[in-house]
């Protein structure tokens, strides 16, 4: 979430050449804008995950879970396509070397918030009377 806010700031204040990978004919302000869009969207359901994680209410966990691993998809083929674009060895080497660790990194922390998610979906689903004794609120 911060490193979203961050990179909000600095789309607006650094003089950056945004492309996209695909649609490469795009203007670069629209460009602009649609980062600025999808880092908003990022912050959002990253405040959405944190309400489900701290109330245990899987559903609203659930698009988080299912945007990372669209973006764990996202960031492989990123990888790939700016690694064998580029035209220096040792920029593609820097892709790679840098890329794939990071991809590895995301992976892991996704795989842990989907797996508190699947204990959630879980535990939902068994019932509030066959629920561990600890997980139980008293009133």
């Not at 973006?71 to 674009?85: C, Q, R, Y």
């Not at 990194?105 to 879980?122: D, G, K, P, Q």
Request: proline share 2%; hydrophobic share 60%.
């Amino acid at each position: 979430m911060i490193l979203a806010i961050v990179g909000i700031i600095l789309v607006l204040v650094i003089r950056a050449d945004l492309k996209t990978i695909v649609f490469d004919f795009i203007d670069k302000s629209i460009v602009k804008i649609i980062v600025i869009i999808n880092l908003v969207m990022t912050i959002i359901l990253s405040i959405v995950m944190l309400v489900g994680v701290f109330k245990r209410k899987w559903f609203l966990m659930a698009p988080w879970v299912v945007l990372g691993g669209m973006l764990a998809i996202g960031l492989l083929v990123s990888i790939i396509i700016n690694s064998i674009n580029e035209e220096h060895t040792l920029m593609r080497t820097l892709w790679l070397a840098v890329g794939i660790p990071s991809l590895v990194v995301y992976c892991y922390m996704w795989y842990v918030c989907a797996s508190f998610f699947s204990n959630l979906l879980e535990e939902a689903k068994r019932g509030a009377y066959t629920k561990d004794p600890f997980r139980r609120q008293r009133i």
